[in-house]
């Protein structure tokens, strides 16, 4: 459960010479006790676009977040302003953001934005599962305060085949994958991102981590990539799913060991945006569906 301190800091505006005012980073301290944030604005009308997004990990940021929110809404063909060729500001921002307290609000330039994210509740991210509200000053009609099918719900319906263990696997190899992450300055990340993503279209069961070791490393006097070993062979072709996936301001590539001596056939590659399409959509992932058919007549019956 996420933290909330009783105070609040706030910005204070500091006279710098005959330039006026500018902002600087001192602070001063505000009494704030009720348990759901609120933002300050100036008009009621603000809170239409306003959501408050609880549970974030404590080693979010809010480029990481802010990335992910606009990848996410983006490939599921719910951020209303991207379908708009006029408007080519920003599509949110972030009024408070306290990953230490386990929250953030974003305030969003359009209302319907602010619903649309409704949708996002209860999707994986990094290793939790965000909470996604409105604020407690939302004025607008009761049906529009929670979305209809939300992530979570969604997530409820997939029936999710049972992988074999981690001891099962037949051949430590079919379990390890390559990923470029083209000098990211969070790779220790990766795993949280990644296991998470997986989650995210119903391709793992509900609390399990599909990834057992991550490490960094120069291959082949390639900077910038990583091997992730998973907990069975069928995540790790799986994760050819999430092809080109956004990571903060670049993406991620998944590639099998160049000494790899498997049958490259039963890896079905497909891009991490049509993935969450697909899923959002209610689409059957045949890639999915056929490379876990492939492993099971591949590796054998599924062990239970």
């Known amino acids: 459960q996420p933290r909330y301190n009783n105070k609040r800091y706030q910005p204070v505006p500091v006279r710098c010479g005959d330039d006026g005012f500018e902002q600087r980073k001192r602070y001063r301290r505000e009494d704030y006790s009720a348990r759901s944030p609120e933002p300050l604005h100036n008009s009621v009308g603000d809170y239409q676009r306003d959501v408050v997004i609880e549970n974030i990990h404590y080693d979010c940021t809010e480029r990481l977040l802010s990335s992910f929110l606009f990848h996410v809404m983006k490939a599921a063909g719910i951020l209303h302003l991207c379908n708009d060729n006029n408007y080519h500001g920003d599509f949110f921002g972030f009024a408070d953001f306290y990953p230490n307290d386990g929250y953030a609000i974003v305030q969003f330039r359009h209302p319907k934005d602010a619903t649309a994210a409704l949708c996002l509740n209860d999707i994986p991210f990094m290793g ?14 009761e049906y529009l305060r929670r979305a209809e099918n939300d992530w979570g719900n969604r997530l409820s319906k997939v029936d999710i085949v049972e992988a074999e263990t981690c001891y ?36 793992v069961r509900n609390g399990e981590n599909p990834i057992v070791d991550f490490h960094i490393d120069t291959i082949d006097g390639r900077d910038g990539v990583g091997s992730i070993t998973f ?10 799913l999430l092809q080109k996936m956004p990571f903060i301001d670049t993406f991620l590539r998944f590639e099998r060991p160049r000494d790899w001596k498997g049958n490259f056939r039963l890896d079905q590659h497909q891009d991490w945006d049509k993935s969450i399409a697909d899923f959002f959509n209610g689409c059957t992932n045949n890639n999915a569906v056929v490379a876990q058919n492939r492993i099971v007549s591949e590796e054998g019956p599924t062990r239970h």
């Open 168 to 203: 099962g696997s037949s051949n430590l190899r079919d379990r390890v994958l390559e990923v470029e992450y083209f000098r990211s300055e969070w790779p220790r990340l990766i795993p949280l991102v990644v296991a998470s993503a997986l989650e995210q279209i119903g391709l």
């Open 231 to 240: 907990r069975t062979a069928k995540y790790a072709r799986n994760a050819f």
């Open 128 to 141: 939790m599962k965000l909470r996604v509200e409105r604020v407690k000053k939302w004025t607008g009609p």
